[in-house]
């Protein structure tokens, strides 16, 4: 176990300190607007930076596992969650389904099982695009996927750019979209 927990521990680290290398465009807005908030409350740039990346630890979780699990360069791993993230949007639906406002305690659960649906998918996919010991760069991997599926990835983004549009957005309609996604995984 102890060994386990070490190489989570080095995988972490390198998602941590290589951030610049393989941040969707998203995540990198999202990260600098945060990290500009702490420096306006007065924190140090460095420590801001670093408080800032803590936005991207439930994916570099999975991103150290599914890398783990495949036996593949865990930041090879996290520039298929870029790329996936920047096509398809993930990191802005995941985002507007936290900042679903919720009143009692079964939408928070069922927010809370949203927020979760979209790291499955976005993990799922990523387990599905990569080989054991492949040796594809992962952007390559997932520029293919999106090409073989170019069909299906119209539609999904056709609707979610309808979403933002509208700019109106409740559980019914994150909820479709999270089914949208699944079912273009399993295309």
Known sequence: IVEAVERLKDRMARIYTRSGTYLSKAS?????????????????????HR???????????????????RGRDVID??????????????????NRAEDLRVSGRW????????????YRIR???????????GKLDGRIVAKKWLAKHEQEVGRFCAMTDEMRLRGHYDFATL?????????LTLS
């Open 28 to 48: 990198r807005r999202r990260n600098a607007e945060a990290e500009a908030q702490w420096i306006e409350l007065g924190v140090p740039k460095d420590l801001a």
């Open 51 to 69: 408080m800032s990346l803590l936005l991207v630890t439930r994916a570099a979780l999975d991103i150290a596992d599914v890398s783990a699990e």
């Open 77 to 94: 791993t996290a520039r298929i969650y870029a790329k996936l993230n920047d096509v398809l949007g993930l990191q802005w639906l995941h």
């Open 107 to 118: 939408q928070a659960m069922a927010r809370s099982n949203l927020r979760e649906e979209f």
């Open 123 to 133: 993990r799922d996919i990523a387990l599905r695009l990569l080989t054991r010991r």
């Open 175 to 183: 909820s479709v979209a999270a089914q949208e996604l699944r079912d």
